[in-house]
């Protein structure tokens, strides 16, 4: 029971991260994106199109955390101690992409500035959560319950690989938004942007893939021993599919099918990670179990998450349904 | 030794340092959210265009502050494990819980619903849009609950034991942890601390308008809204802080001994110190200004209770007196100009000059930002006085921090919080100075590039009527 209350954790964790990492993903990458839109109306699109929802996006972020705070305390403070600087480099990245958001239509003449702030904190903030998880998968040194690495442990070729490819993948989910959400010169070039992240996605994901096994022993297990290879080989393959998928939408000229895809795509590399790293934490040193809180922190949490998360997911969902249909650029709120 | 000292003391002053700041922000919106729900029911009940006129035109401000709230409080959920990760193992099974419990009930209810606030007026009915308003006002006030539940916890720990790891874990009824003996004080005091603070902004912004143009029937509103809040909500502040006093003598009275100053037990009543300069080299107030008796008359409701001081506590478990006992002073000070405030406007309403007589809206103004100063000081006073305990009597400050902080990371990290915060929410903090500076106008903001439709940020169904969505 104990041991199964921990797992029903993990997976709403992981579920959690996975939220945060799709919706705030697009926002992400429009603001990476965003350099390359004209100034005046594409930009303001662009803009337009995430403003009613980034911050509901980014509460996901703040339950991942928090929720690891009370489900897996130990891992929290292992993890946050041991990836201080990606960490708060996210956190400060994050602040000047979320003032951007009303900042830049209060002050006009300082707009240009508003906006490279949106995009360098939508860049930085991208690259140090893909740094973050390379850094993850690596490991992280402990001892006893506490960190026991250095400073800069995190700062590796493979944590920059994973994170250069967090970029590039959020600029694509950026990029199928846009192809969903506007019309016109700005969602051709939305298109553009498509094809070029697309492939560098998958060069980052084939990258990370061919890395991954041997960081270590057991990921190497998992992944090319036989038997576990006929186990995890449908996941390469889906990707595979789906990227197949993806370049026919685009091709098409579809306008849904191509953010629909790269989620796909996204959920199957994280179900790769899982593989990699379970029933770890922190990968070769602590597993969810030994990591975990107390049963009875478990129950009281799993009672409310159960009743509320799908209240959150409906009226979550609601919003973006107010806000369905192309949009324009035009005046801000109220 | 020097080393983890340093490393220990910049960590708290980071962590003082974001949360003193992120906290600016909610104390506004707790209070302007709630209004936002009264103007707009206000429009909805009388069809008086000036109440739709004050929705929008604080709204803009709300937008701006709630932004600023939102990133600097994603920073504050991340702030426990940096620095702070052996408090954060420990007592993680029991704050966990409480925290996520307002990230589910509160923080998505209220980015939910905000943006179908901001931008969804010309989207959804007005009732809908009503609701949400509504739903963005109660999730202020949920926030505040769970994290003042966390925060009193700490203060007066209960329903806890110990594991095997050292954590603290649950034991008993989870309504033990949540209502904590100093929980329901503290959350009164500073839900009400936040719609005091921001009826004084709004009265501020109300007066300096009403002193450019006495005749602005927007600005007179929210002005007379401003000042019956202050009228009633200053004296309620009052009593509620002295119930949480009385609190605090009872579950931590080594903080009531710094903030009253008693360095000295007084067995035959003590006095009340108003002002001198705490000495904690000598043990001693100098140049105090005191009132004998009247301190345990204020405290025991006796004038000649006897009342412990310093003296009794260990050295090494006081906190820094002279901080909290400035801090408090500041706070209470300030909370009496309030209430002078709100009976000074009860008299001009009175006699008919509430938009005229200068005195009172120089007054007011000058008091807009009181609210802000009075609750970061009397967060000083509190948290400052629990020191040198995180969770008081059971977890140090000292063995709080993560093992392997080292001064330089803190140091660097530190710098760039401060740099960043001054910078960005100071220019924050002037764009919402410039909208304050506006006047409210009649038919605020309706954007007049755009044809048909007045607001919203689609003007698409303008140019394609049949995108319109249905109603």
Known sequence: MYSDLTLIWAFIIVFAVFVYVVMDGFDLGIGILFPSFKVGPDRDTAMNSIAPVWDGNETWLVLGGGGLLAAFPLAYGVILSALYAPIITMLLALIFRGVAFEFRWRDPAHRPFWDAAFTGGSLLAALSQGIVLGALLEGIQVSGRAYAGGWWDWLTPFSLVTGLGLVVAYALLGATWLILKTEGDLQRQAARHAWRFGGATLVAIVTVSAMTPFLEGAYFNRWLTYPNILWVAPVPLLVAMASLAFVRSLKGGHELAPFLLTLLIFLLCFFGLGISVFPYVIPGAITIWDAATDRSSQIFMLIGTGLILPLILGYTGWAYWVFRGKVQAGSYHV | ?471
């Not at chain 2, 209770?305 to 820094?320: F, M, N, W």
Request: hydrophobic letters at 55%; zero cysteines; charged letters at 10%.
């Open chain 2, 1 to 471: 030794m020097h080393g983890p000292f340093d490393a220990l003391l910049l960590a708290r002053v980071q962590f003082a340092f974001t949360v003193s700041f992120h906290f600016l922000f909610p104390a506004i919106t707790i209070g302007l959210a709630s209004y936002l729900a009264v103007l707009e029911g206000l429009w909805l009940k009388t069809g008086q265009a000036q109440y739709l006129d004050l929705f929008r035109y604080w709204a803009k401000i709300f937008a701006l502050v709630f932004g600023m709230g939102v990133v600097s409080g994603i920073v504050m959920s991340y702030q426990f494990g940096t620095n702070w990760a052996v408090f954060s193992d420990r007592a993680g099974p029991i704050i966990g819980p409480l925290m996520a419990y307002e990230v589910l009930t509160a923080f998505f209810l209220e980015a939910g619903f905000l943006g179908v606030v901001l931008f969804g007026m010309e989207r959804v009915g007005r009732g809908l849009h009503f609701t949400a308003t509504l739903m963005v006002a109660v999730g202020t006030v949920i926030s505040a609950f769970w994290i003042l539940s966390v925060n009193s916890w700490m203060h007066t720990p209960a329903g806890y034991a110990l594991n095997a790891a050292g954590q603290f874990v649950p034991r008993g009824s989870w309504l033990a942890i949540i209502f904590t003996p100093s929980f329901p004080y503290r959350l009164a005091h500073t839900v009400s601390a936040a719609y005091l603070t921001t009826a004084l902004l709004v009265g501020g912004v109300g007066a300096w308008h009403l002193l450019r143009d006495q005749d602005n029937l927007r600005s007179r509103t929210m002005f007379s809204m401003a000042m019956w809040m202050a009228m009633f909500v200053a004296p309620l502040q009052i009593v509620l802080g002295d119930l949480h006093g009385l609190n605090t003598l009872v579950h931590q009275p080594v903080k009531i001994m710094a903030m009253e100053g008693h360095y000295q037990s007084h067995p035959n009543g003590a006095p009340l110190i108003l002002f001198g300069i705490p000495n904690s080299a000598e043990k001693r107030m100098d140049y105090a200004l005191q009132i004998p008796q009247v301190s345990s008359l204020i405290l025991k409701h006796d004038l000649n209770a006897p009342l412990a001081g310093l003296d009794t506590v260990p050295q090494a478990d006081q906190p820094p007196v002279g901080i909290v006992f400035w801090s408090f002073r500041v706070m209470v000070g300030l909370g009496f100009l309030m209430a002078g405030l709100g009976l000074f406007s009860l008299v001009a309403r009175a006699r008919g000059t509430l938009y005229t007589s200068s005195a009172l809206l120089r007054f007011a103004l000058v008091m807009a930002p009181s609210g802000l100063i009075a609750v970061l000081a009397g967060w000083v006073t509190t948290e400052v006085g629990r020191q040198p305990w995180t969770i008081t009597g059971l977890m140090r400050t000292a063995e709080s921090a993560s093992p392997l902080l080292a001064a330089p990371a803190v140091a660097a990290s530190l710098a760039a919080f401060v740099v960043v915060y001054f910078a960005v929410f100071g220019a924050g903090v002037v764009y919402i100075l410039k909208l304050m500076a506006k006047p409210p106008a009649v038919h605020e903001l309706a954007p007049p590039h755009i044809p048909v439709r007045t607001a919203g940020i689609t003007p698409a169904q303008a140019i394609q009527p049949d995108r319109t969505p249905s109603p």
